[in-house]
């Protein structure tokens, strides 16, 4: 069932591995079949280096396990609010990448500093705000999802494909598996620059939407001219 998945699945995980998003079994990703609607998901607490394509669990859209021999991962509440919510998903990507937990613990947005940033993402990289007690206390994933589409509010989630929860790490996502990994890795190195720069500078200034638009839509959107076609997730 869904092999072709299941293979994408399996390694958008591992690149998480070789770009060094993350150790021991510190993140996850997801897939959606939209014509089934059925979710490859990695396992819970399983490690990277003994994971095959077959390891992945099928759940779906409720997170009823459809196939597999493993528990899906814990997160997979905050995938499937993210996936129901947003037609446009098709993979998802949570990691415990150092520089963007060191924002999310902050309790502070990614800041457009500059145009690399501005590549990828139409303006910050919103924060979400805290859990409450209430919320931890009660359906934590799927909370979790519920203040990730609250911070994203009215705007496209494809124009900012990733975020950061609060006390916790980063969500990415995209159109494929592979994509949601790419959105998540580029998240990363902005997050970095954007914490070097304030480092050095902490009264850098957020550079001007009329720059920030410019990078962004010559990316993305009808009348990009970037690369030598049709854009995919970036």
Not at 124 to 150: F, H, K, M, Q, S
Request: include cysteine.
């Amino acid at each position: 069932m869904l092999e072709k998945l299941k293979k994408d699945v399996y390694d958008a995980n591992m690149e998480l591995v070789e770009k060094g998003l993350v150790i021991y079994t510190w993140g996850n990703v997801s897939g959606i079949d939209r014509e089934s609607g059925l979710v490859v998901i990695k396992p819970s607490g399983v490690d990277y280096d003994v994971l095959s394509p077959d390891d992945m669990t099928v759940v779906d859209l409720q997170g009823n396990i459809v196939e597999g021999r493993f528990k899906p991962s814990s997160d997979t509440a905050t995938h499937l609010k993210l996936y129901n919510a947003y037609p446009a998903l098709g993979g998802v990507v949570h990691t415990h990448a150092v520089n963007s937990v060191v924002f999310a613990q902050a309790g502070l947005p990614v800041p457009a500093l500059g145009t690399t940033h501005a590549d990828y993402f139409h303006g910050d990289v919103p924060c979400t705000r805290a859990l409450t007690a209430d919320e931890i206390n009660g359906e934590y994933e799927a909370n979790t999802g519920n203040v990730i589409i609250e911070a994203i509010g009215a705007r496209d989630p494809m124009e900012i494909p990733g975020i950061l929860v609060r006390n916790h790490g980063p969500f990415a996502w995209g159109k494929t598996p592979a994509g949601a990994v790419y959105n998540a890795v580029v998240l990363e190195k902005v997050a970095e620059m954007a914490y070097k720069t304030l480092t050095l500078n902490p009264s850098a200034l957020r550079a001007p939407d009329y720059l920030l638009d410019r990078h962004y839509y010559r990316k993305h959107g009808a009348n990009a001219y970037y690369g030598q076609g049709a854009n995919e997730d970036h």
